[in-house]
């Protein structure tokens, strides 16, 4: 895995568990908050924390925006500011922007100032849980698209024992078995067709949500 360089602005809960989960994946991240116990709470935590006003162009400018893979804009809830330092950092030519947005009307301006990936982490969060309370044995959901998703889900019962070509779920639903999971450290990233399914697995796949609401999967 390439290692990258990553900016977080804003240490909130979203801000510090987005930064705090890049570096233990390896990356290197800078943070910054204008509040400095917060900064000092998460500087172990990262590769660097800086107290500065991320919306001060000269600040941002003296970060070196242009110089990160992604910028992660984490700004709670002052909309005003999440939208002006994302301007700044287009206008300082940041590659790829990635912004929490609180509405839609907040995610609609941002995707008009080109910020590259908006995000709604308390929206994602409820459509996850409430996937997971009315099917169980879902995991993990990320929508690629609207029309498009990736699911984790535990084996159902009557997968277990079969191999992937019996499953034949490609064919029958067009849906693609990215990976198997089986414990904490046995993945498999790209299983075959006389691959097995055990009590337990987890199923990484990929697909259309209507053929994945078809199995149940979200």
Request: cysteine-free; glycine content about 8%; overall charge neutral.
């Amino acid at each position: 895995m390439k290692r990258k360089q990553f900016l977080v602005i804003g240490a909130g809960r979203f801000g510090s568990s987005v930064a705090r989960t890049l570096y233990e994946q390896g990356h290197d991240v800078l943070v910054v908050d204008s509040n400095e116990a917060i900064v000092q709470q998460i500087s172990d935590k990262v590769t660097h924390a800086v107290a500065a006003n991320a919306t001060s162009e000269e600040a941002l400018e003296a970060l070196g925006v242009q110089e990160f893979d992604v910028v992660v804009v984490a700004i709670g809830h002052e909309m005003q500011n999440s939208i002006m330092v994302s301007i700044l950092l287009k206008e300082l030519g940041a590659r790829y922007i990635v912004a929490k947005a609180q509405t839609e009307l907040h995610g609609k301006v941002l995707r008009k100032i080109g910020v590259n990936r908006v995000v709604f982490p308390e929206r994602d969060m409820g459509q996850k849980l409430a996937h997971s309370l009315v099917s169980r044995n879902i995991i993990d959901l990320i929508e690629l698209s609207e029309t498009y998703s990736v699911v984790e889900v535990e084996a159902p019962q009557e997968m277990v024992g079969r191999t992937l070509q019996d499953l034949n779920l490609r064919v029958r639903y067009g849906i693609n078995v990215i990976a198997l999971r089986r414990g904490e450290k046995d993945t498999n990233i790209s299983p075959g067709g006389e691959d097995k399914i055990a009590p337990g697995d987890v199923i990484v796949a990929v697909g259309e949500n209507k053929a994945l609401k078809k199995l149940g999967w979200i």
